[in-house]
């Protein structure tokens, strides 16, 4: 059994290191050559409407986003790098205490904040924070149930390093992300957003961002995405984020079968076609 549980992790690793973002992430470090720079976007010709005006298209090149001039100004408009690590950093405190988050991380500090912005400011075109850190960090390792581990030094390692922590499970230990995770995740990420003030300040960056995350966990989770504007409402709402907290800081209507889930979205939202179908559905139809 243990046996199986090792393959089946390790076959994970195998596909997060295969996914396109991933994948030109790790081209960027190891050639030591600077992350491409952005691009102009979409010219707001191409658009429709109102949106052609004032929402920025995430832009995608075989299957890997990629910044745009647009995107990059948006990180500016919302108040730069400091803005992101006040929210990241107050993400990381809300999931430290979540009983289901805080298992995936092996150790607490400011770094997972800092790491976290820092990547979504590059993903977004506002320099390369995430990539120089990356080149002068540490890898160190730990173990867990008999097993050593290096600590993360991407985003494969980090999410591989994850599902071992020695804090999970042994039942669970090994195991990838599942959609109950990554509901749990996104609520708290998109909470801890709104919480910095962004959704009332700088809606533009806040859509975008939506759609940013709804791209990026589809790779730890396929049936993700359609949850990620579900859960950028569920902190709208105070009941929701009182209840999680009277409740033990639990999420009970997360751990639901797929089809019981998919009943709390609307019909539009429950299917994910991904950044390669010729029919573009969101997050890339724009």
């Known amino acids: 059994m243990e046996r199986s549980r090792r393959t089946e992790s390790e076959s994970g690793l195998d596909a997060l290191r295969r996914d396109p973002d991933i994948a030109f992430e790790g081209t960027s470090l190891a050639s030591g050559a600077p992350v491409t720079a952005?691009?102009?976007?979409?010219?707001?010709?191409?658009?429709?409407?109102?949106?052609a005006q004032y929402y920025v298209p995430l832009k995608v090149v075989s299957g890997s986003a990629?910044?745009?001039?647009?995107?990059?100004?948006?990180?500016?408009d919302v108040g730069?790098?400091?803005?992101?690590?006040?929210f990241t950093h107050a993400f990381y405190e809300k999931a430290f205490k979540d009983p289901v988050l805080d298992t995936?991380?092996?150790?607490?500090?400011?770094h997972h904040g800092d790491r976290f912005a820092s990547?979504?400011?590059?993903k977004m075109g506002a320099g390369t924070p995430w990539t120089s850190e990356r080149r002068t960090r540490a890898k160190c390792p730990f173990s867990a149930f008999g097993?050593?581990?290096?600590?993360a030094f991407d985003r494969s390692?980090?999410?591989?390093?994850?599902?071992?922590?020695?804090?999970r499970e042994p039942a669970k230990w090994g195991d990838h992300f599942k959609l109950d995770d990554?509901?749990?995740w996104m609520r708290l990420h998109f909470w801890a957003l709104r919480e910095s003030g962004a959704m009332d300040t700088n809606p533009r960056f806040v859509d975008y961002y939506c759609r940013m995350i709804g791209h990026f966990v589809s790779v730890y989770e396929r049936r993700a995405p359609p949850f990620a504007r579900e859960s950028m409402r569920w902190s709208a709402d105070p009941a929701n984020t009182q209840a999680y907290l009277e409740n033990g800081r639990t999420m009970p209507d997360v751990h639901v079968p797929l089809g019981t889930a998919l009943q709390c979205l609307p019909v539009s939202e429950r299917v994910y076609r991904g950044s390669s179908d010729p029919k573009k559905t969101w997050p890339y139809e724009l």
Do not use: Y
């Open 147 to 151: 097993h050593t581990f290096n600590s």
């Open 66 to 76: 990629r910044p745009t001039e647009a995107s990059a100004q948006l990180v500016q």
């Open 182 to 184: 990554c509901r749990i």
């Open 104 to 110: 995936f991380i092996r150790e607490h500090g400011d």
């Open 80 to 86: 730069g790098l400091d803005m992101l690590k006040q």
């Open 119 to 122: 990547w979504i400011a590059e």
């Open 38 to 51: 952005p691009t102009p976007g979409a010219p707001t010709g191409s658009l429709k409407g109102a949106q």
């Open 157 to 167: 390692s980090a999410h591989f390093a994850a599902w071992h922590s020695p804090k």
